[in-house]
């Protein structure tokens, strides 16, 4: 029986086969080098009872009816003429490799193989590819596919909405299959493809978890299914009939897998660090990430050079490092009815082009970045009224915000892109696109994906310097498939602080800080009507890539010295703060919603503690910090004690000055906080001394 491992310091994959498709016998945490990996696989032998057949069929690494598997099938295929296969796989050979392995099986003039590769980030990633003797047509294919463990009783997966993204549901497991598919052709605010396996006791801090993130920016599908055997797997690929064409030909994404014993901050720092040191490509990695301002909310479709020069202005003397022209810069671009499709410069709004606002921002120390919805069109465009057959779906669809998809299938679509798109990157010194995608597809296309990979790719290639931001709907594209070709993810469209820190925290678990813009929005939020103060405002933005986006001219005295003091002090940090691990804590108040960012040398943390409600109790509970070493000592900081509300009548330790305590001691017994107003947040900088 040939046995396969690969290993992270995180975890081990141990794969076996009795000669049929190989499957997983193992996927936790690290083994010992010794292991007999043969008696390992001879001790997930299960016995039979009454009710079954007289073998108990694999959860191989794709589950078929052919080979008597009464489960979901990892693969569904027919011929070209729409008669349905039920291959039989046999194992045939290994390829193997320092930390990667590929096997393959076969079938009826079909190969089937898995790929698996250990990256030092810590994930795992893993594909499966079909090839055929002929052309078949491929309803559902999943990447190779995990047993998960008995002893969970739920499993978290992720969904949303707009304005409300990344919201962690918790499912209990029970017998018979759940299934979330995507099927709007992007990964989505409702169903993005990530899910957690926690066993029982996980919490953010401690306890064992695995995870899988697939790393695919179109349609996509889940099953997590318990046997009535007992026995449960997982299946992540494209969205069921994603492939539209008869091919010789098929892949999937990768699967990305990660396994945690330190609870779900474990899975959080795999998962960040593979993002930010393996599948983001920086153009200039020793380049601070800037920051940001973006015009949109102060100004929105009313573009005026005067107008924006004066912001311009503002913004740099506030800290601002890059200046972001948003919607309503090109050809009679008045809202959101027309004119996506036509990228050419709105000479009524800029008659001398946008020269005259780039050399006041250069003049300003600024770089100069653009807002551009490539894949989307208005039908009142000059593009739909030439070439209306590049539209994807049928003629009379419904539109979505006024405007439709162009088919990135096309090849005469991809090479219209880059032409338009490259003519703008030459004719103006612009650093950053806003890659903007605001209507969801009409039809679930795989094409359409790699299409736009092909589209960023040959961007990218060309323009080796231009950073570009995914932006669909706020976060509705955000992925590693997508992060592959950008370096930055609008999170969401909510710039409401409270709501915010919620949706930061929860997509943790699986982005860096480094990638996820930040903003500080207005007083009064644009879409949500709350109004908060800037100090809290101002403080959520700077736990990751920081900027503003509002209008400036609006500041008062005390909200303009706050801002320009939290710019100074994220720039003055950025540079070990966007590589730092962001944590999660675990509050024993559920009013307040608290995380920390550790340097990746353990020498420093800031932990933002938020007050989003009101508490039951009278006085603060004692907060919990996380990733220390216990063995040494740091000095503790509130950063921002002037926040103290009237309430707050006798100071606690940490409110006077700094405090001297062990790893040990912040971990095992924590701090205590003084006494805050709802909306707000205390931030406490530590040093190791």
């Known amino acids: 029986m040939p046995q396969w491992r690969l290993d992270t310091p995180q975890q081990t994959l141990v794969l076996a086969t009795e000669g049929i498709m190989p499957q997983v016998v193992y996927w936790g945490a690290p083994l010992p080098a010794s292991e007999d990996l043969e008696a390992l696989a001879l001790s997930q032998v299960s016995d039979l009872t009454g009710g079954m057949l007289d073998r108990l069929p694999d959860l191989s690494l794709c589950p078929l009816p052919g080979s008597d598997w009464q489960g979901q099938p990892g693969m569904a295929l027919s011929e070209a003429d729409g008669h349905q296969i039920t291959p039989r796989f046999r194992f045939d050979h290994a390829e193997i490799a320092p930390d990667a392995l590929t096997l393959h099986s076969t079938a009826d003039g079909l190969r089937l193989s898995h790929s698996f590769r250990a990256h030092p980030t810590g994930v795992i990633a893993m594909t499966t590819a079909l090839q055929a003797d002929r052309p078949v047509r491929l309803h559902w294919l999943a990447a190779p596919v995990l047993p998960i463990p008995a002893l969970g009783t739920e499993m978290i997966d992720v969904a949303g909405k707009w304005l409300g993204e990344f919201q962690l549901q918790r499912q209990p497991w029970s017998v018979g299959a759940r299934l979330r598919e995507a099927r709007t052709g992007r990964s989505g605010q409702e169903h993005p493809p990530y899910a957690l396996f926690p066993e029982p006791g996980c919490t953010n801090t401690a306890g064992k978890v695995r995870?899988?993130?697939y790393a695919w920016s179109g349609g996509h599908r889940m099953v997590a299914e318990e046997m009535p055997d007992g026995r449960r797997q997982v299946q992540f690929g494209q969205a069921?009939?994603?492939e539209l064409e008869t091919s010789t030909q098929f892949q999937s994404a990768e699967l990305l897998a990660a396994v945690s014993d330190s609870g779900l901050n474990g899975i959080g720092q795999t998962f960040q660090r593979d993002i930010r040191d393996r599948v983001v490509t920086w153009p200039d990695p020793a380049r601070p990430r800037p920051v940001h301002y973006n015009c949109w909310e102060a100004v929105y479709f009313d573009h005026d050079l005067a107008t924006l020069s004066d912001i311009a202005t503002r913004a740099a003397a506030l800290g601002a490092e890059r200046f972001v022209l948003d919607d309503g810069w090109f050809k009679l671009r008045d809202n959101d009815t027309s004119s996506l499709g036509d990228w050419t410069v709105d000479l009524r709004k800029w008659p001398q082009g946008l020269h005259p606002l780039i050399a006041h921002i250069h003049a300003l120390?600024?770089?100069f970045g653009l807002w551009v919805e490539p894949e989307m069109i208005n039908p009142n465009s000059d593009l739909y009224r030439a070439h209306p057959d590049w539209v994807l779906g049928h003629a009379d669809q419904t539109t979505g915000r006024n405007q439709l998809v162009l088919n990135l299938g096309l090849q005469a679509v991809q090479d219209h892109l880059f032409e338009?798109?490259?003519a703008l990157l030459r004719a103006y010194p612009i650093d950053y696109l806003k890659w903007d995608h605001n209507r969801l597809l009409p039809v679930v296309d795989a094409e359409q994906t790699r299409g736009i990979y092909a589209l960023m790719a040959r961007l990218r290639a060309a323009h080796p310097l231009v950073e570009l931001e995914s932006c669909a709907s706020g976060g509705g594209r955000i992925d590693a498939g997508i992060l592959a070709q950008t370096q930055r993810v609008w999170l969401s469209d909510c710039l409401d602080p409270i709501e915010r820190l919620r949706i930061q925290h929860d997509a943790a678990l699986f982005l860096p800080s480094c990638v996820v813009g930040s903003h500080v929005g207005a007083r009064k939020s644009h879409t949500t009507g709350r109004a908060h103060p800037m100090s809290l405002r101002a403080w959520v933005a700077a736990t990751r890539h920081f900027g503003f986006e509002m209008?400036?001219?609006?500041?008062?005295?005390?909200e303009a010295q706050t801002l320009g003091h939290v710019t100074a002090w994220w720039k003055a940090n950025r540079d070990w703060l966007m590589r730092a691990a962001t944590l999660r804590l675990d509050s024993a108040d559920p009013a307040v919603l608290a995380e920390m960012?550790?340097?990746?040398?353990?020498?420093?943390?800031?932990?933002?503690?938020a007050q989003i409600e009101m508490s039951r109790q009278i006085l603060p509970k004692a907060l919990r910090l996380t990733g220390l070493d216990p063995a040494a000592h740091y000095e503790i900081r509130l950063m921002n004690a002037d926040d103290a509300p009237p309430q707050s009548r006798a100071k606690c330790a940490l409110a006077t000055g700094p405090l001297r305590l062990s790893g040990a001691a912040l971990m095992a017994q924590g701090i205590l906080l003084p006494v805050a107003w709802p909306a707000s947040i205390w931030m406490v900088e530590g040093?190791?001394?």
Do not use: C, P
């Open 597 to 609: 960012q550790v340097s990746e040398d353990g020498g420093r943390f800031v932990l933002a503690s």
């Open 687 to 689: 040093i190791k001394i």
């Open 211 to 213: 995870a899988l993130h």
């Open 551 to 558: 209008d400036l001219r609006a500041l008062d005295t005390a």
């Open 240 to 242: 069921w009939g994603a």
């Open 365 to 367: 120390n600024m770089t």
């Open 420 to 422: 338009v798109l490259s």
